[in-house]
């Protein structure tokens, strides 16, 4: 059952995406985050109403968890804003290995054959995948926009192990909603505090905001694809390395949007790339039957 939800899940994180980089099209990033973290926060406030407060022994767990992935998505939205989805989608899509390894550190799970050919695949791809961002001017080095996109792999990652934490009946055993919808309220408050504080005052001088009505679909896709997610990591059975790994086949939605509706560019390339990236998740989940 846990293995199912993943799939769903992953269909609607591709959407999401989708959505996130069509908001992003000539448009400030901290407002559209704002919007998503308050959007996302409304749509899940019966749920934290019904779930209750649970003390701070709860929500300091959650607290934590908003922080995590709030930074996440500020380099993830930068990054988004600025790179080609063909690009962002298959760096997000080798967050499973970073996910297998801390997995194997952290609950003891270990990698074989399998597995590890899925851990160098996954290499490989990283490495062609910056030979074909040449081929449009991205210095896969030095650009700072690239940079963001491996930092919010890296945070969500860390994010995933986390959340195996909090779900599990071995770890903090949390609600899942009481997890979503209050670690959404925290993301709204905090993200209100950079607009003001930090994009306000400073809007003039930088990317102008516009509404679009692709923001309420950022939030809407979000807010379906996490309640999966957590849904499935309840399961006793549920293995975080392959939930993740499964969520990151939303690169598929996502990669399908950037070729068809955003027309991006070199897309022979990256199609070879994203390939090896799949087949790295084809031999990771072999390894992990």
Not at 35 to 55: E, K, M, Q, Y
Not at 94 to 100: D, G, H, K
């Amino acid at each position: 059952m846990w293995w199912a939800l993943a799939f769903a899940s992953a269909a609607l994180l591709g959407f999401y995406d989708s959505f996130k980089k069509a908001s992003l099209k000539g448009n400030a990033v901290i407002p559209v985050l704002f919007l998503n973290t308050v959007f996302s926060a409304l749509i899940l406030l019966p749920f934290a109403i019904r779930s209750g407060w649970g003390g701070w022994e709860v929500q300091k767990y959650i607290l934590l968890k908003s922080c995590i992935v709030l930074s996440s998505w500020i380099a993830g939205y930068y990054a988004m804003k600025y790179l080609p989805l063909t690009i962002v989608g298959p760096i997000n899509a080798t967050r499973p290995v970073l996910v297998l390894i801390g997995a194997m550190i952290l609950f003891g799970e270990r990698l074989n054959l399998y597995q590890w050919i899925g851990v160098a695949l996954a290499a490989v791809s990283f490495f062609l995948l910056s030979r074909s961002g040449k081929r449009e001017g991205i210095d896969f080095k030095h650009d700072r926009w690239i940079w963001c996109a491996v930092l919010a792999a890296l945070i969500g990652a860390c994010s995933a192990l986390y959340d195996r934490f909090l779900m599990s009946p071995a770890g903090a055993s949390l609600d899942r909603l009481q997890v979503l919808s209050w670690y959404n309220l925290y993301q709204a408050g905090m993200m209100a505090v950079v607009l003001l504080a930090i994009w306000y005052p400073r809007r003039a001088a930088t990317t102008p905001f516009h509404w679009s009505w692709t923001i309420p679909f950022i939030s809407l896709f979000l807010c379906g694809a996490d309640f999966i997610y957590m849904w499935a990591l309840t399961d006793e059975d549920a293995m975080i390395s392959i939930v993740s790994m499964i969520r990151r086949g939303s690169v598929l939605v996502s990669f399908l949007f950037g070729a068809l509706v955003f027309r991006e560019k070199n897309l022979k390339a990256k199609s070879f790339d994203l390939a090896l990236v799949l087949l790295g998740m084809v031999f990771l989940y072999l390894g992990s039957k």
